[in-house]
């Protein structure tokens, strides 16, 4: 197991920032930078022993700081989307910054993915990391209350990388943050013959504006069912209305355990190369991303360029809007309190 650093260029504001190697000794490799805790190549092995960059991403900072989407990033204070770009909190109603149309979205404008992290590296039991962290000031991006946050990666010998979060804060505030990596476990080509499986029974449909309706509904019978494994590509243009709202999938599905402890919340399985992913996590929710607005526009690594579902997410996290839903599990954190939650993407070879 081992850590190595080396340069990575200048933020805007003049500040160092670091390419950090995560390696072990079964083939896997993950280099991350500490500007917005981007996680640029993760690599892995295919059936025949031959390593694979399974994730979208650039090759220096300069592209990283222009217009992308989200690629590999930390994204907060709030993941997802806040209907508005408004909540209330206390009785107060505080206003966000709006990044997509009428909503605010992965924490606005000057998120957590496009600020410089203080990072320190470290081995903890068999496991080599790099722990990141940010105190974004009182009112950023609209935001009530200092909230200092820390962002720990680890890589394990047995080929996962185990994400944990935590955040405290001096004032009530609303909290969400997620790894937004895009993923391609065949290294190229479409995600639509990638099979996935979700553990839930129920998601979030969402409005025309991609913002939840408040309702819990059942997968069966619909094509948010992926409760046994199914090709992405299988029913992503079905004639419904959750499918041309998203475009695709855009959708959160409602996780069975309802946050607190580690669950398997998802599988993915690619079989030309026979890499398999899995998704453990202790948040209520996942959200399936099928990269429906990679439009062609953008060159990554190696010349690559992201077409419409080039690679997919699956975004651990509380519900989007949930400040404007109180019937959906709580993303307020209090002064004394302390947010944590723990992701693990595992990678192996499936028979």
Known sequence: MDVTRQDFGRAPDG???FLYTLANDRGMTVRLTNYGGIVTSLTVPDRNGAAGDVVLGYETLEEYLEETPYCGCIVGRYANRIAGGRFVLNGV????????????????????DKVVWEAETGHREGRVGVALSYTSPDGEEGYPGTLSARVVYLLRGDNALEITYSATTDRDTVVNLTHHGYFNLACGGDILGHELTIHADRFTPISEALVPTGELRAVAGTPMDFRRPTAIGARIDAADEQIRAGGGYDHNWVLPNGGGWLTRAAQVYESASGRAMDVF?????IQFYSGNFLDGSITGKGGAVYHRRSGFCLETQRFPDSPNRPEF???VLRPGEV????TVFRFYIKP
């Open 339 to 342: 947010y944590r939650h723990t």
């Open 93 to 112: 109603t505080y206003t966000l910054e709006r990044n997509d149309g009428d909503n605010h979205l992965h924490g606005g404008v000057r998120g957590f």
């Open 281 to 285: 996590t202790t948040e209520p929710g």
């Open 329 to 331: 599990p709580s993303c």
């Open 15 to 17: 500040s160092p920032v």
